[in-house]
């Protein structure tokens, strides 16, 4: 098994200067992604120059094919940038193999989809155990204990035990999120996170983000909901794979 050195893949200062500014979670530099296929070449991210300070909720808005989902996988590492620098905590993300990224995204990433991804045939607190179990970062013994913390955190500690097709779709999605925290990630990452939902787990859900980024989690979250996007604390617009606007809600 491969053992992943949490130093490996730190940025080091060159001549004095710090590899990332301070308070800094994410920078990205010059991020170009483009993919390649039967019917030619298409860039998805041009040039990409962005920085997230850590306790920032962010969302990400943009008309489809702008670029945002991949600008999320490039950050997560689920992507690699064809060139430029993805930096996240100080970590070369850029640089690490696939089962180094595996590792680090385990550790020090949730990441949070459109339809959940919850295993069917595991109850809500065995997803999020499975998690923990990938992620060590929690004893063995602790683990129990803390699921149902977590579970308890998003307010379904009362279905603890049942299994995802028995819950709503906006019930899913908060064990989706609890799952995210299973071993405390230094970054969320939710792409369109409320796409599949009604207005009022819609509503349900978001409060949940706005909460976590009040306690001083870090956020990343796609939406084509502008009205959610503005409840952000700032919100970037991507434009045919540019970042072509950024605004500060509040």
Same mark, same amino acid.
Request: proline share 3%.
């Given at each position: 098994? #491969?053992? *992943? ?5 730190? $940025? ?31 860039? %998805? ?5 962005? $920085? ?7 969302? /990400? ?10 600008? /999320? ?24 193999? =696939? ?13 949070? *989809?459109?339809?959940?991804?919850? #295993? ?6 065995? +997803? /999020?155990?499975? %998690? ?15 699921? #149902? ?33 299973? +071993? ?42 502008? =009205?959610?996007?503005?409840?952000? $604390? ?8 540019? /970042? $072509? ?6």
């Amino acid at each position: 098994m #491969l053992q *992943f050195d949490v130093n490996q893949g730190k $940025q080091k200062p060159e001549n004095g200067q710090a590899g990332v500014l301070d308070g800094c979670l994410v920078d990205l530099r010059d991020v170009v992604k483009t993919y390649k296929g039967s019917a030619g070449t298409f860039t %998805a991210l041009k040039g990409i120059d962005l $920085q997230v300070e850590s306790g920032a909720f962010v969302s /990400i808005v943009g008309k489809s094919g702008s670029g945002k989902s991949t600008l /999320i996988n490039v950050i997560t590492g689920i992507d690699r940038p064809t060139s430029g620098e993805v930096l996240v905590d100080h970590t070369r993300v850029h640089v690490l193999n =696939e089962e180094q990224i595996a590792i680090w995204r385990g550790r020090s990433v949730g990441v949070i *989809f459109q339809f959940f991804q919850l #295993l069917p045939t595991l109850t809500a607190v065995e +997803n /999020i155990l499975l %998690a923990m179990d990938y992620g060590k970062r929690y004893p063995r013994t602790e683990r129990p204990e803390h699921a #149902l913390h977590l579970l308890k955190l998003v307010g379904m500690a009362d279905h603890a035990h049942r299994l995802p097709n028995a819950l709503s779709g906006g019930q899913q999605q908060c064990v989706a999120i609890a799952r995210a925290l299973a +071993n405390d990630p230094i970054l969320l990452t939710a792409d369109e996170p409320t796409g599949n939902l009604d207005s009022k787990s819609t509503e349900m859900v978001f409060r949940l983000f706005e909460n976590l980024a009040n306690s001083g989690k870090t956020i990343l979250m796609v939406t084509h909901d502008n =009205e959610l996007a503005a409840r952000a $604390q700032r919100t970037i617009r991507l434009v045919d794979g540019k /970042i $072509q606007d950024e605004f500060i809600n509040r």
